[in-house]
């Protein structure tokens, strides 16, 4: 597998590189955390200077150092780096104090029992939507029951239905900074045609896409909204053919993946934190 760089940063805060609060050692240990991804779980320092735009050396002390604080692991017969567990820490504090994550959950399993799928809880960072909470199905494959994963905005079911809360000038300025490269041979990446279906979902409430991650895929996803109608992300039911049909998925997922958004919805603004 090649390896190249990060196809685009993730919702880098601003920087001011002559700010006296800002380290620029810092931000390139989390540069070398940031390099190892869905596709490249584990790299070589070689591999991690290339994804990081660092040199040699400094990836080598980089991932030397967070591999002795416990933040990634070495494969001593390769010399390899990987995410260690240690992280996990940090997924768990980020999850377990989500008011967000709390108000879904019961809201989640609720819909899934309806009509024994799996429901997740995607929230949008910058151009990607990352899948915090996930209720799989019974007969669910490990990968889709893990939380983290992150995919685009726009070939994302769940991310057109936020977009589609946008105005059309939002939605259009985040679909032009985004890396529109297919997925799979069937993803949409004119953004002419993404804006269509961004307008589409605005009229039913709900987006609909096939195949744009994976083959065969139907996904059904309503947004979720803040304190001030502000989506923050979305209510997203996968499905696949042939054993449903995108026409039965929209009739009957659909309507309920709205109801649970506007459901979540309700109970976060009631929660009167602006998430």
């Known amino acids: 597998m090649a390896v190249g760089k990060p196809k685009h940063d993730h919702a880098q805060p601003e920087r001011n590189a002559a700010s006296a609060l800002y380290v620029s050692s810092l931000e390139k240990g989390f540069r070398v955390l940031a390099a190892f991804s869905e596709d490249f779980p584990a790299l070589g320092v070689t591999e991690i200077a290339l994804r990081t735009g660092l040199d040699k050396s400094a990836a080598q002390r980089f991932s030397n150092t967070l591999h002795q604080l416990g933040f990634l692991e070495k494969d001593?017969?390769?010399?390899?780096?990987?995410?260690?567990r240690k992280l996990m820490e940090m997924a768990y504090t980020f999850l377990s104090h989500s008011t967000l994550g709390?108000?879904?959950?019961?809201?989640?399993?609720?819909?899934?029992a309806m009509y024994q799928t799996t429901v997740n809880l995607t929230e949008r960072d910058d151009i990607?939507?990352?899948?915090?909470?996930?209720?799989?199905?019974?007969?669910?494959?490990?990968?889709?029951?893990?939380?983290?994963?992150?995919?685009?905005?726009?070939?994302?079911?769940?991310?057109?239905?936020?977009?589609?809360?946008?105005?059309?000038?939002?939605?259009?300025?985040i679909i032009d900074r985004s890396d529109l490269a297919k997925r799979i041979s069937s993803t949409i990446i004119e953004p002419d045609r993404i804006m269509k279906m961004v307008q589409q979902a605005r009229r039913r409430g709900f987006a609909s896409t096939y195949a744009q991650q994976l083959p065969r895929e139907i996904s059904i996803a309503a947004p979720i909204t803040g304190?001030?109608?502000?989506?923050?992300?979305?209510?997203q039911i996968p499905v696949y053919s042939p054993t449903w049909k995108q026409s039965e998925a929209v009739a009957k997922l659909g309507p309920l993946a709205v109801e649970t958004?506007?459901?979540?919805?309700?109970?976060?603004?009631?929660?009167e934190q602006d998430y």
């Open 128 to 173: 990607d939507m990352i899948y915090t909470v996930r209720i799989p199905h019974v007969k669910a494959a490990y990968a889709a029951t893990v939380p983290g994963r992150r995919v685009p905005v726009f070939c994302s079911a769940s991310g057109i239905a936020v977009l589609s809360r946008m105005s059309d000038d939002e939605a259009r300025e």
């Open 102 to 112: 709390a108000v879904a959950m019961p809201r989640l399993i609720e819909a899934g």
């Open 227 to 235: 304190l001030r109608g502000r989506p923050v992300g979305a209510v």
């Open 261 to 271: 958004a506007d459901a979540i919805s309700g109970a976060l603004s009631a929660s």
């Open 76 to 84: 001593s017969a390769t010399r390899r780096y990987r995410p260690a």
